[in-house]
């Protein structure tokens, strides 16, 4: 069962989310663009309530943890992230993504990627960590390929969106054998 955890950065701090976190988050996730290639359809903050409880019932279960990704300089809430899926064959998966348009292709997202990652390979002993997003969602897929995660393939007719939409999913993955590349690739990000 993995334990709650914060993880510090320089530009973000990752806290154990919780349902009070909606008011805080809801300036960066009143944006419905962010919620078109989603699960749910988050329109209000009683919506977004829910599906923080819904990231938190895995977390209950012993087989996930949710983040709050916080700007470090200013304290401002701007997404969300999880690991979840955790396995006793040290697999997982990092999902249930979304960060405000403030902070995408940022110092911030860019180091909440290497501590997510860094606590999945270090202290949850992952031999491979799987990453998926709609097929059709550009701009996930080329940030899950700048992580230098590998593609693997579509898995057709993953889900139903909320929609109606048949969902195919995009699958990418870090074994811990790639992990020191992908991890030194994030750091050359960083420090520039």
Not at 41 to 58: C, G, H, N, Y
Request: aromatic share 6%.
């Amino acid at each position: 069962m993995p334990e709650p955890v914060t993880l510090h950065g320089r530009h973000v701090v990752l806290e154990p989310l919780q349902v009070a976190h909606a008011e805080a988050l809801w300036a960066a996730a009143d944006e419905p663009d962010l919620w078109r290639y989603m699960l749910v359809d988050v329109a209000s903050i009683e919506d977004l309530r829910a599906w923080i409880r819904a990231r938190l019932e895995p977390v209950a279960a012993g087989t996930a943890l949710a983040f709050l990704q916080r700007d470090a300089r200013t304290g401002a809430a701007f997404g969300s992230t999880s690991i979840f899926d955790l396995t006793p064959f040290r697999t997982m998966e990092v999902g249930h993504t979304w960060i405000g348009a403030s902070h995408r292709r940022t110092a911030a997202n860019t180091e909440a990627k290497l501590l997510v990652l860094g606590h999945c390979f270090g202290a949850l002993g992952a031999i491979r960590v799987q990453i998926k997003c709609d097929a059709r969602n550009e701009r996930s897929r080329r940030a899950i390929e700048r992580l230098g995660a590998q593609f693997e393939g579509i898995l057709r007719n993953q889900r139903v969106l909320p929609d109606g939409h048949k969902r195919n999913a995009a699958i990418y993955s870090i074994l811990d054998s790639e992990w020191p590349t992908v991890k030194a690739g994030l750091e050359a990000k960083l420090a520039h």
